[in-house]
């Protein structure tokens, strides 16, 4: 991933967001004219930062609300493919929803569906996603691989593996995966991904990937069900992110990832999706549409199925369940 000079302007803004960093001090860390920073700084306010300026002090962003549309989600974008064709709605119901619309009308491979807002954002086994809100990153990215529908499961381990390694480098914080596609910072849910496809007996239309990641939220942004479970990378951090910043980082990282995984195949995946488990080799209670039981989870197998060993010490395949602690 490429990060340029605008990226870094950026992070040094939001970094210092409470105090001003002067025009002098912003030349030097990047390595360019105070004219350049001025015209920077012109570029941003088009793009809709409130940027502060006054001479003796230097620049602060006022609001790092920027606008998050199409043209300022590509701006800059390092990709080939993916997130080249933005379609982006302020507010929708679910962008899985829009995303199926625009796949069945042919949409191209990497198209990406992104909101502000859903008012019946969904999560996994139709459970509400609560978006309501502009601080996080909603998004369905709609992909056309050549896959077998059974396959189709490795995408969301790979998705995973992806958001945490682009996450972990952004904000230095520490993330887990929880079988199959929640991420985890310490006992709270940040992130959740939701695969959902179009396919045939032996091969898929395309498939889509929604995740949901808790970017700014306070804890007053979570309904009194959720607060306890879940966090914010801004809650974690101290700090506000930048979501378009966030996004484009995941997009980029995703596509050489996807070239990786298409080359090396799952087993590439299946290594770091180990290193980054959460509760590996501890116990937990597994929930499966048959029954509940404590077993001690063991890894994940070739195609992805969790493998825990039960009570009798016997390993066990799991392709659908819940766990918890
Ligand atoms: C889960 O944890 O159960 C998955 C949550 C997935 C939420 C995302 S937000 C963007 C996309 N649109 C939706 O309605 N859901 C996914």
Redesign the pocket.
Known sequence: MKVTTRDQLIKLLMEHEHEYISGQALSERLHISRTAIWKHMKELEKDGYHIEAYPKKGYRIASPNHRFNASTIKWGLQTKWLGQTVVFEEVV?????V?HKTAQKGAEHGTI?V?DK?L??????N?I?A?DHAE?????MILRPELSPFEASQFTLFTAVSLVETLQKLTGLTIHIKWP??LYIRNR?V????TEMQAELESVNYIII????NVNQTEDHFTDAIRERSTSLSLESNRTWDRIQLLQAILEDFETNYYKYQQEGFSYIRKKWLHYAYKLGEEVKIITPHRSFFGIIDGISADGALIVLNENGEKEVIYSAEIHW
């Open positions: 119901d679910s962008t899985q929803d995303a569906v909101t859903q019946k954002g969904r999560g996994r086994r459970r996603w978006s996080g990153l909603w998004l369905s596609n929640d849910k992130c959740g991904i939701l929604g995740f949901g990641l």
